[in-house]
C-alpha cells in the first residue's frame, strides 16, 4: 500500500482544522480498506473530537463491518490521555484496527510515544515516520510551544524599495501604504491564522492600529502590546475592550478590565524571553510581530523568530525609518502584483 499516498490526505486534511483546533494540534486522519478510502477527518475546534474520533465515526453503516481489516492514517501520534476528551488509542483498540501508520511522534509530555506503546502492547501493528518532516511542519506553531515552551514567533513588516519601513514624515499625519491592497489583505488573512499579534509602544503611538481582522474571515488574534512606561492611553484602538489584549509593562498600575490584561516584565536583558513566557503562560501559541523597526529588531537580534515574512513595494522614501537588518536568506519569493513577498525561517 503506498502509505505517503495516504498520509498527504491525512495533511490535507489536518490543515482545514489548523486554525480552529489551536492550542491543539489539528491531526489528519483516513481509513482505508483494500487501497480504498472508507473513511476520513480532522481534528474539531478546540475541545471537540479528535481527527481520530471523527474519521471513524464517518464510515458508512455499510461499511463498519470493513474496519477492523481497514488501515488507519494518521498525521500525529493518537492521544493515550484523558483531557477534554477520552484517548483516541482507545476508540482504535475498541474498534479492533490492527493496522495503523502514523506519521509524527507527539512529543507533548502527556502523549510522548505512551500512544504508541500503548497500541503496540495491544498487539497492533504500527507504523511511524510516514512523512514525519511535512507532519511536523503541518504542527509547526504546536511543536515549537511544547518543546521551546514559547510560541511560535512570525516576524512581518513591509519595506520600500529603497529599504525603509517608514518615511521621515507622514503627510495630514495619515497611514503611508508601502504595499498594494492584495498584500494587505494577506496579512489580515495571516492574522486570522494566529493566537497573538504584538506590537510595540511606538507604533501604537504613531499609527494607533486596531491589530484585528478586517479584510478577510476569521478569528481576530489576542492583542500584546509592548509598552513598559505605560504612554499608551485609554483613546488609543489597542484598548477598546473589544478584543482580548496583553499589555506588557514594567509597572502595572491599572487593574485588570474585562479583555485588558497588564503583565509585569522586566527591563532588562530578560525582557524577551520575559516576553515569551508570558504568552506561554496564557497558553498562547503562535505570535505574529508587527512592531516597529526597535521591537522587531530586538526580537531578530535575541534570535528569538522563527519564520520572517517581508514585503517590498515599490515606493521610494529617500529618508525615513530604515527596515530591520538580519543576515537570513529568503528561502521564498513570491510577487504580489507589484509587490515582493520574501519568507525566511530562523532554523537555529
Not at 509593562?249 to 530578560?270: H, I, R, S
Amino acid at each position: 500500500m503506498n502509505h505517503e499516498k495516504y498520509m498527504l490526505r491525512c495533511l490535507e486534511l489536518a490543515e482545514k482544522g489548523l486554525r480552529a483546533a489551536m492550542p491543539n494540534p489539528s491531526v489528519g486522519a483516513v481509513l482505508v480498506y483494500n487501497d480504498s478510502i472508507i473513511g476520513e477527518g480532522f481534528t474539531s475546534p478546540y475541545g471537540g473530537p479528535h481527527g481520530e474520533v471523527n474519521c471513524i465515526n464517518s464510515v458508512t453503516e455499510e461499511n463498519r463491518h470493513l474496519i477492523p481489516n481497514s488501515t488507519l492514517y494518521v498525521s500525529l501520534e493518537p492521544c493515550s490521555h484523558y483531557g477534554k476528551t477520552p484517548p483516541c488509542c482507545d476508540l482504535i483498540i475498541r474498534q479492533q484496527i490492527q493496522n495503523i501508520v502514523i506519521g509524527t511522534a507527539d512529543t507533548h509530555e502527556k502523549v510522548a510515544g505512551n500512544g504508541i506503546k500503548k497500541l503496540r502492547e495491544a498487539g497492533k501493528n504500527v507504523i511511524v515516520g510516514v512523512l514525519e518532516k511535512e507532519c511536523r511542519e503541518l504542527n509547526k506553531r504546536f511543536f515549537t510551544f511544547n518543546e521551546k515552551k514559547r510560541p511560535y514567533i512570525i516576524l512581518k513588516w513591509a519595506q520600500s524599495a529603497d529599504g525603509f519601513i517608514s518615511p521621515e514624515s507622514k503627510p495630514d499625519n495619515r497611514p503611508v501604504w508601502i504595499t498594494n491592497p492584495y498584500s494587505r489583505q494577506l496579512v489580515h488573512k495571516w492574522r486570522s491564522e494566529e493566537m497573538a499579534i504584538l506590537a510595540g509602544t511606538q507604533t501604537v503611538l504613531s499609527d494607533n492600529p486596531e491589530l484585528n481582522v478586517r479584510d478577510w474571515k476569521g478569528p481576530n488574534p489576542v492583542r500584546v502590546i509592548i509598552d513598559r512606561e505605560n504612554k499608551i492611553g485609554d483613546n488609543h484602538s489597542v484598548k477598546n475592550h473589544k478584543i482580548k489584549t496583553i499589555v506588557l509593562t514594567e509597572k502595572a498600575n491599572f487593574p485588570n478590565l474585562e479583555n485588558l490584561a497588564y503583565e509585569v516584565v522586566p527591563l532588562d536583558d530578560g525582557f524577551l524571553p520575559a516576553v515569551c513566557n508570558v504568552l506561554h503562560r496564557y497558553n498562547l501559541q503562535s505570535v505574529i510581530v508587527e512592531g516597529g523597526r526597535i521591537t522587531l529588531q530586538a526580537f531578530i537580534n535575541a534570535g528569538l523568530w522563527d519564520e520572517a515574512r517581508v514585503f517590498k513595494g515599490q515606493a521610494v522614501f529617500t529618508k525615513g525609518t530604515e527596515a530591520p537588518k538580519f543576515t537570513a536568506a529568503p528561502i521564498k519569493r513570491q510577487e504580489i502584483m507589484n509587490d515582493e513577498l520574501l519568507i525566511f525561517r530562523n532554523y537555529g
